[in-house]
């Protein structure tokens, strides 16, 4: 099993800045590839970024350019800046993790308790 907790989000304005971040816990050799995802509310789960053991990363198009995720694989955590944010940005961001073969839409089996980010207009 493995266990995530968040911290990092909050309140700010339209094209402020805040940092997630994420730790991992317990059986953190099985974890190949960690996370972050949001839901708004009314909305479904989706994947905002991604990156792997080896460094590989993905984000969804609406954050490009815009968030930057980065991983401390010795601390077992995964981090999240994220500037110029939008009121879209708006939701319950989920720290996800998970072993080989994660499917990225779906995410892998671990997650944390979410934290919120609220962007004011």
């Known amino acids: 099993q493995v266990q995530l907790v968040e911290s990092g989000g909050g309140l700010v304005q339209a094209g402020g800045s805040l940092r997630l971040s994420c730790s991992a816990s317990?059986?953190?050799?099985?974890?190949?590839?960690m996370g972050w995802y949001r839901q708004a509310p009314g909305g479904q789960r989706e994947m905002v970024a991604t990156?792997?053991?080896?460094?590989?990363?993905n984000y969804t198009d609406s954050v490009k350019g815009r968030f930057t995720i980065s991983r401390d694989s010795i601390k077992s955590s995964v981090y999240l800046q994220m500037n110029s944010l939008k009121p879209e940005d708006t939701a319950v961001y989920y720290c996800?993790?998970?072993?080989?073969?994660?499917?990225?839409?779906?995410?892998?089996?671990?997650w944390g308790q979410g934290t919120q980010v609220t962007v004011s207009s």
């Open positions: 996800n993790a998970g072993g080989v073969g994660v499917i990225l839409r779906v995410g892998g089996p671990y």
């Open positions: 317990g059986n953190r050799f099985s974890i190949a590839i």
């Open positions: 990156i792997t053991n080896r460094g590989v990363i």
